[in-house]
C-alpha cells in the first residue's frame, strides 16, 4: 500500500509518496523530476511505484508547469533553460527540509526525471556530492551543446543574444557533464533512451556511455536502451528504474 499528498513546500508544489504507514519514518528518499510541458501528476506512477519499492518519493512541479503552470505555452518554450536551471535550485530546498524534518536518509538521497527531468537529474550529479545514486530517463546532461538547437534561447548566429544567454545560464553550462566523468565515477547512474527518440536524440546518452567508458568511469553505469522506444517511457523503463533504484540506494 502507498500514501500520496500534494504539499506545499517553501512554495513548491509537490506529490508526495511514501509507503503506507511510514509517513514519520525516516527513509531512502528519491526526488523525480517531469519532464518538459508535463507536470507531476502525469509522472506520479513513478511516485506510487517507486513508493511501493520502500522508498519517500518527492515529486515537484517544476516552475511554469503544473501548479505554476503559464497559460502561454511559448513563454515555457523561451525560458526552457531558466525552467531546468531553476530544478537544480529548488532541488537544494527540498533536500534540506527534507533532511531537516528527519524524514529523509542523508545517507540514501536519489535524484532521478524524465527527460527535462533527466536533465536536471545530470546536473544535480554534477553539482551535489549527497546525491547518492540517479537515474536518468531519456534526457540529457550535455547542456552547452543541446542549447543551441533545443529550445534555443537566441537566433543562430546572433553571438550578441548568445553571449547574453550564456552569462544568464552560466550556472547551469557550468554543470555540462562534458569533461566531467571523474566526478560521477562513484555514484551509480541509470540511463534509460529509446533509440527511436524525436525530442531528445539518442546520440546524447549514447555519446554519455562512450565518454564514461572511454576515461574507465563506467563501472557503476546501467545503461538500457530500447531500439523501437520514442520519446516516451516505456513499461520496461519503469520496471528497471524502480530495480535500478531498490538495489543501489
Known amino acids: 500500500m502507498v500514501e500520496m499528498y500534494e504539499e506545499n513546500i517553501?512554495?513548491?508544489?509537490?506529490?508526495?509518496?511514501?509507503?503506507?504507514?511510514?509517513?514519520?519514518?525516516?527513509?531512502?528518499?528519491?526526488?523525480?523530476?517531469?519532464?518538459?510541458?508535463?507536470?507531476?501528476?502525469?509522472?506520479?506512477?513513478?511516485?506510487?511505484?517507486?513508493?511501493?519499492?520502500?522508498?519517500?518519493?518527492?515529486?515537484?512541479?517544476?516552475?511554469?508547469?503544473?501548479?505554476?503552470?503559464?497559460?502561454?505555452?511559448?513563454?515555457?518554450?523561451?525560458?526552457?533553460?531558466?525552467?531546468?536551471?531553476?530544478?537544480?535550485?529548488?532541488?537544494?530546498?527540498?533536500?534540506?527540509?527534507?533532511?531537516?524534518?528527519?524524514?529523509?536518509?542523508?545517507?540514501?538521497?536519489?535524484?532521478?526525471?524524465?527527460?527535462?527531468?533527466?536533465?536536471?537529474?545530470?546536473?544535480?550529479?554534477?553539482?551535489?556530492?549527497?546525491?547518492?545514486?540517479?537515474?536518468?530517463?531519456?534526457?540529457?546532461?550535455?547542456?552547452?551543446?543541446?542549447?543551441?538547437?533545443l529550445f534555443p534561447a537566441c537566433t543562430a548566429g546572433d553571438s550578441a543574444q548568445r553571449e547574453v544567454f550564456e552569462r544568464e545560464a552560466a550556472p547551469l553550462l557550468s554543470l555540462d557533464i562534458t569533461g566531467k566523468a571523474a566526478l560521477i565515477a562513484d555514484k551509480p547512474l541509470f540511463v534509460w533512451h529509446g533509440e527511436q527518440d524525436d525530442v531528445v536524440p539518442f546520440g546524447e546518452s549514447l555519446r554519455l556511455q562512450q565518454e564514461l567508458a572511454g576515461s574507465g568511469a563506467d563501472s557503476h553505469l546501467t545503461f538500457i536502451s530500447e531500439s523501437e522506444a520514442k520519446h516516451k517511457v516505456t513499461v520496461h523503463a519503469l520496471a528497471e528504474a524502480t530495480a535500478f533504484f531498490a538495489q543501489k540506494l
Open 10 to 149: 517553501e512554495g513548491i508544489q509537490v506529490i508526495h509518496a511514501v509507503p503506507a504507514g511510514q509517513y514519520q519514518q525516516q527513509l531512502p528518499t528519491i526526488f523525480f523530476y517531469h519532464g518538459f510541458l508535463s507536470s507531476k501528476e502525469i509522472y506520479s506512477y513513478f511516485g506510487y511505484t517507486l513508493a511501493k519499492a520502500g522508498f519517500r518519493v518527492i515529486l515537484p512541479d517544476a516552475l511554469m508547469h503544473g501548479a505554476r503552470a503559464e497559460s502561454d505555452q511559448a513563454k515555457c518554450v523561451a525560458h526552457f533553460w531558466r525552467i531546468l536551471q531553476n530544478n537544480v535550485e529548488e532541488l537544494a530546498v527540498l533536500k534540506d527540509v527534507f533532511v531537516g524534518r528527519g524524514l529523509a536518509d542523508p545517507a540514501r538521497l536519489g535524484v532521478g526525471g524524465v527527460s527535462m527531468g533527466g536533465m536536471t537529474t545530470m546536473a544535480a550529479l554534477v553539482k551535489f556530492p549527497w546525491v547518492k545514486v540517479a537515474a536518468n530517463l531519456m534526457g540529457s546532461g550535455y547542456f552547452s551543446r543541446l542549447s543551441h538547437h
